[in-house]
Structures are given as C-alpha cells and as structure tokens.
C-alpha cells in the first residue's frame, strides 16, 4: 500500500528556534494536512492544503505556522518560534482528489519535543 | 467546537469479548465516517468506513452501527484479542475535511 513518509521521526529543540517538518505525500494525491496530537489524545487539525494554497486552517494554525510545497513531492509545516504548547506528534496526510468517501492516508509522524 | 464526540476515553476488554466504541456527531452535512486504528509510534491508519445510506457495515470481527437519525454510530469489535489493544478514533467527514473523535484506549486482557 502507499504510504506518506515524514521526517525526522523525532525532533528536538529550544523554545523560540523555528523547525521545519517535512512530509512526502503520496504521488498520486492532491490533498494535503497536518494534523497533530498531543500525548497520544485527540487529533487536531492544524491545516488541508490544495493547489498550492491552503484551503482550510484551524484556530491552531495561527501566524506561527505556515505550510508549503516547495517542490513536486514535498509539503512541509514551518513553526517559524515554537513554544513549549507546541511539542506534540505532528501527523501529515493525504487524499487522492478530495471527492468524497475517499480515503485519509497518514504518515508515521514526527514527535517535536520543545525544551 | 468539538464536532465529534467520542466514548469511552478507555476500555478494558478480556480477550474474546466484545469491545463498543460510541460516537456522536451534530453537523448532518457529513457524509463519511471513518474509524481509524492507532498503535504506538504509528499514523493512524484507516480500519472500517459507513456512508449515511446504510445503517450497519461489517468487515470481519469489526462492525460499525450507524444511526442517522441519532446522529451516532459505533464500532463494535468481535470475539477481541490482544493485537486489538490500540487507541480508536472515529471520524466525520464531509468531501476533504475531516474531524476525528478524542479517541478511546482498548486493552485486550488475554
């Protein structure tokens, strides 16, 4: 089956530093996400990015963050100055073409540890 | 808001029995409800899905109930075991959004 591959699986750092976190989609897909969760909890949606643009973000997603596809393959989310609220596992996904019914395709997430 | 509600936040289940998972929705635009399963360390990943025109989907030991009118539907996991124990989330979704549940912790006892 095709998989959504993120990296690093882990990332550490210091509060007030900017990390990027990167995610190759699935090919084919069109249809783009972060979400995250906290301490194993609730799923939260952070933002769903298509043609290049983002096309719904959550309450979450506030100036401090920002996606981008910078390339045929990969989408990143940039947290331009984490804060300890931050740390979580972060989860990228993706549909093929955002009709309905389809099906959510989730990477194995990053763990963002911020100190 | 919260759109999606779900129940029990845990559950303990001896092997063999039989673990049920509720949710509840409000917004009847959704179309889609998926339940995920999530091991430790992993995305989660897509287990059983219902569309709205049917009230009951079976795939194996795994059941979703789904009841319009309610606005709720369930998981129910069959004869359960071990390799069960994993954190299930429901989810409603409408063409390309979806909403998850706050996901509930299974235990398989064997």
């Known amino acids: 089956e095709p998989e959504v591959t993120q990296t690093p699986s882990h990332q550490v750092t210091q509060m007030g530093q900017e990390v990027i976190l990167r995610c190759v989609p699935i090919?084919?897909?069109?249809?783009f996400y972060w979400y995250r969760q906290i301490l194993g909890q609730k799923v939260e949606f952070l933002v769903s990015?298509?043609?290049?643009?983002?096309?719904?973000k959550s309450e979450i997603f506030d100036d401090q963050f920002s996606v981008e596809r910078p390339d045929g393959s990969n989408f990143t989310l940039k947290i331009r100055s984490t804060k300890l609220e931050d740390s979580a596992m972060y989860f990228c996904?993706?549909?093929?073409?955002?009709?309905?019914?389809?099906?959510?395709?989730f990477g194995s997430g990053t763990q963002l540890s911020v100190l | 808001q919260q759109q999606v509600k779900q129940s029990p936040q845990s559950l303990i289940v001896q092997k063999g029995g039989i673990s049920i998972i509720n949710c509840a929705y409000e917004n009847t635009a959704f179309d889609y409800f998926p339940w995920y399963q999530q091991f430790p360390g992993k995305g989660p990943a897509l287990l059983i899905a219902i569309r709205p025109d049917v009230s009951e989907k079976k795939e194996g030991r795994f059941t979703i109930s789904f009841n319009k009118s309610a606005k709720q539907f369930s998981l129910h996991i069959m004869d359960s075991q071990p390799g069960d124990s994993a954190t299930y989330f429901c989810a409603a979704s409408r063409v390309d959004q979806f909403y998850f549940g706050t996901g509930t912790s299974l235990t398989v006892i064997p």
């Open positions: 996904a993706s549909i093929r073409t955002g009709q309905p019914f389809e099906k959510l395709f």
């Open positions: 990015f298509y043609n290049n643009e983002i096309s719904e």
């Open positions: 090919s084919n897909h069109l249809y």
